[in-house]
């Protein structure tokens, strides 16, 4: 992690694999951060609270305090996705900046010159310029596996192609209390598996392939209702509007 030099302490990151080079603009930033901040010597770690009043304070009070720096704009029912406890963190970590619109896409990296304009081409039908909306709503490809799922729990409605209006949408399909966890766990696990399935065609070479997709989908669902919820997913069916 890092070394004392004289009375300085100096910073040394060592990852644990290879950084893609679209990640070299996130270590600069946390370099950055880090190189402000550094453990002293003769002083003895602490916790301390900089807005205490008092001496103790109620766990919501750092939820909220942390909400409002982690997800400062975002609708209060989508900034909630965040701090479901049945949502794996790597989930929670993509619904975020989708709702951000601020993963990595090919339109932020070829504005920043990061690529050339020829690299950055949706994955998924490799016709458009990627960007975080065309990515995981408006593309063919994504667009379809949204509707399989949708129509898989019985549902239809038409649905914003924008994250986070998006977002609303879909919470507001499902009203019946008992299926509100696992809708929203479906929204995450949409979102995730669209983000790791781009990574896996862009990265790795696998070829597009919506039915194949689709069933490793309702297979994830499963697994992670199962694992986050101890919920099995016996009949797909059992969804409704307003029940
Ligand atoms: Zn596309």
Not at 197 to 226: C, D, M, Y
Request: aromatic content about 12%; charged content about 20%.
């Amino acid at each position: 992690m890092g070394d004392w030099i004289g009375s300085s302490w100096v910073w040394g990151l060592q990852w644990r694999r290879h950084l893609f080079d679209w990640e070299n603009e996130d270590v600069q930033a946390l370099q950055h951060i880090i190189h402000q901040k550094g453990p002293k010597r003769d002083t003895t770690d602490g916790i301390l609270w900089k807005n205490a009043v008092a001496v103790s304070y109620p766990t919501k009070d750092i939820t909220d305090k942390l909400s409002e720096s982690l997800v400062p704009s975002l609708p209060k029912s989508v900034a909630s996705i965040v701090w479901q406890k049945f949502i794996p963190p790597r989930a929670k970590l993509i619904v975020w900046l989708a709702n951000k619109e601020r993963l990595k896409t090919g339109d932020l990296l070829v504005e920043k010159g990061i690529i050339p304009p020829q690299d950055a081409n949706c994955p998924f039908c490799g016709m458009f310029l990627e960007s975080n909306s065309h990515i995981l709503f408006v593309c063919r490809f994504s667009w379809s596996a949204w509707m399989e799922i949708i129509n898989w729990w019985g549902l239809s409605a038409p649905l914003h192609n924008q994250p986070s209006k998006f977002s609303i949408q879909w919470l507001g399909l499902v009203n019946r209390r008992s299926h509100k966890d696992i809708w929203t766990l479906t929204l995450g696990c949409v979102f995730w598996s669209l983000w790791y399935e781009r990574n896996q065609i862009k990265f790795k070479r696998k070829t597009p392939n919506l039915h194949n997709f689709v069933l490793s989908l309702k297979i994830r669902i499963g697994i992670w209702a199962k694992e986050m919820m101890g919920s099995d997913i016996c009949a797909p069916n059992v969804i409704h509007n307003g029940y």
